[in-house]
Antibody, heavy 122, light 107 residues
Framework: QLQLQESGSGLVKPSQTLSLTCAVS??????????WSWIRQPPGKGLEWIGY???????YYNPSLKSRVTISVDRSKNQFSLKLSSVTAADTAVYYC??????????????WGQGTLVTVSS | AIQLTQSPSSLSASVGDRVTITCRAS??????LAWYQQKPGKAPKLLIY???SLESGVPSRFSGSGSGTDFTLTISSLQPEDFATYYC?????????FGGGTKVEIK
């Protein structure tokens, strides 16, 4: 079974770029039929989907974040990454990575990392 | 973008109760809906996909129904470990959206 682990800076200054990596073990990130997502959750609030990268390399982003988000894959390291630019305090959240498999009708996020808290503060 | 509205936002129930949570989509999404359970400090856990398909290993007291715009998650007999927050999630035109969540608390 897959295991996902987020890593990256836990403190980012306003206007800078947030960078996180998700290491995948127990399977190949190049496996067909899978996508690799980032989701975040501000303290005490609900889940917000950020975007995903398909095994082919195609990316899809939340329209509300699209101008600031880049998701990429490093197949040699079996990991994928998130960059979120021009951050503000509103970007403070627990960031999760997750794998998504394609079902008959949609996508289900079946494996999740434990989450990592990123705080935006000077 | 499609929006998901969950109701209620919170509820109180007792062990053994039947609990129903509703998720309404702002436009039709066929059966492209999943349900997740999240406990404090933990990542969400997939319960249901394609509106009514039970994820492997999830107890059969959880069930989902609906299609188009209206969906429900039902817990047939609430257990102590079921007190948590539940989220619906849709997939349409390559984009995902989560509902606002429903917190199930102990009465």
């Amino acid at each position: 079974q897959l295991q996902l682990q987020e890593s990256g800076s836990g403190l980012v200054k306003p206007s800078q770029t947030l960078s996180l990596t998700c290491a995948v073990s127990g399977g190949s990130i190049s496996s067909g039929g899978y996508s690799w997502s980032w989701i975040r959750q501000p303290p005490g609030k609900g889940l917000e989907w950020i975007g995903y990268i398909y095994h082919s390399g195609s990316t899809y982003y939340n329209p509300s974040l699209k101008s600031r988000v880049t998701i990429s894959v490093d197949r040699s390291k079996n990991q994928f990454s998130l960059k979120l630019s021009s951050v503000t305090a509103a970007d403070t959240a627990v960031y999760y990575c997750a794998s998504g498999y394609y079902t008959i009708f949609g996508v289900a996020l079946d494996y999740w990392g434990q989450g990592t808290l990123v705080t935006v503060s000077s | 973008a499609i929006q998901l509205t969950q109701s209620p936002s919170s509820l109180s129930a007792s062990v053994g109760d039947r609990v129903t949570i509703t998720c309404r989509a702002s436009q039709g999404i066929s059966s492209a809906l999943a349900w997740y359970q999240q406990k404090p400090g933990k990542a969400p856990k997939l319960l249901i996909y394609d509106a009514s398909s039970l994820e492997s290993g999830v107890p059969s007291r959880f069930s989902g129904s609906g299609s188009g715009t209206d969906f429900t998650l039902t817990i047939s007999s609430l257990q102590p470990e079921d007190f948590a927050t539940y989220y619906c999630q849709q997939f349409n035109s390559y984009l995902l959206t989560f509902g606002g969540g429903t917190k199930v608390e102990i009465k």
